[in-house]
């Protein structure tokens, strides 16, 4: 432990002030000769790690995100980016094999452990064809942090944010994970069932998945992390919306061939 001790006088009064690495101590007056005494601790944080920010109470804000394609042929990490200050990373998988992910196929730079994982919702007649949706509660942050998706066989598009001030326990709102099936030879769009966020700070996140989509759009005032058009990997997107107090939605994803649509609500603080 460091401690710097320091003193001045001021009317007959010694006043000493210890500055420690450390918590926080009440000592009491030490007497002097001479003169009263009144010691003053100061504490300063020691130097750690990026540790995800912790409980304040705050506005919850995006961070950073991104999309990128994951394939066996390809690349299967994504580039760096710096989430110095998030306490929550979600991310989706969407397209071929995102039916077989597990959490320990996905992995970051900064050795956090597996993430969660919600539902898998798949085309019909789609095989492992779809979209899910999972997360990190308080992982380590930081610059140069990416993720990478380890799987024998997929052609997925991956996207994720990251965020702050979001709880780190119980996130998931009860009974908001939903999704749906689709016939993507047959339809143009796919629309969520009603995702029901509760009251309090929330935000909202979907994702969808097309084998043959070049651009997707969402309504809803949702705001697309980003997405990826057919070719490398499969299409896939996902997007995001922050509400002060819950309100329940259904967003729709407009595009072409969808296989399938998801969303959630996690709890802000």
């Not at 001045?8 to 450390?22: D, H, K, M, V, Y």
């Not at 918590?23 to 007056?29: F, G, T």
């Not at 961070?63 to 042929?73: D, L, P, R, V």
């Not at 069932?193 to 996140?205: E, Y």
Request: charged share 10%; hydrophobic share 35%.
């Amino acid at each position: 432990m460091k401690n710097i001790l320091g003193a001045q006088f001021l009317a007959g009064i010694a006043i000493l002030t210890l500055t420690i690495w450390g918590p926080v101590v009440n000592l009491p007056i030490i007497p002097m000769a001479n003169a009263q005494s009144l010691l003053f601790i100061t504490r300063i944080p020691g130097p750690g790690g990026s540790g995800g920010g912790g409980g304040g109470g705050g506005t919850a804000a995006k961070i950073a995100g991104g999309c990128n394609a994951f394939a066996s042929s390809g690349g299967t990490t994504s580039p760096d980016a710096d989430t110095t200050g998030a306490n929550f990373i979600v991310f989706s998988v969407n397209g071929d094999g995102a039916g077989t992910v597990a959490p320990a196929n996905v992995t970051d730079s900064k050795s956090n452990s597996a993430p969660s994982l919600l539902t898998f919702y798949g085309g019909t007649g789609a095989g492992t064809r779809g979209t899910i949706i999972g997360y990190w509660t308080n992982p380590t942050v930081g610059a140069n942090h990416n993720f990478t998706l380890s799987l024998a066989s997929s052609f997925a598009a991956f996207c994720w944010e990251a965020w702050s001030n979001m709880l780190t326990s119980s996130v998931v709102v009860s009974g908001s994970d939903v999704g749906t099936s689709r016939t993507q030879a047959l339809d143009t769009d796919c629309q969520t069932p009603s995702i029901i966020p509760g009251s309090g700070q929330r935000v909202l996140f979907t994702s969808a998945e097309s084998p043959t989509i070049t651009t997707f759009s969402i309504d809803s005032g949702f705001t697309k992390t980003g997405q990826i058009a057919s070719g490398t990997s499969e299409g896939g997107s996902m997007a995001s919306l922050q509400q002060a107090s819950g309100s329940t939605l259904a967003p729709t994803w407009s595009m072409t061939h969808p296989d399938a649509c998801a969303g959630a609500a996690f709890k802000g603080q």
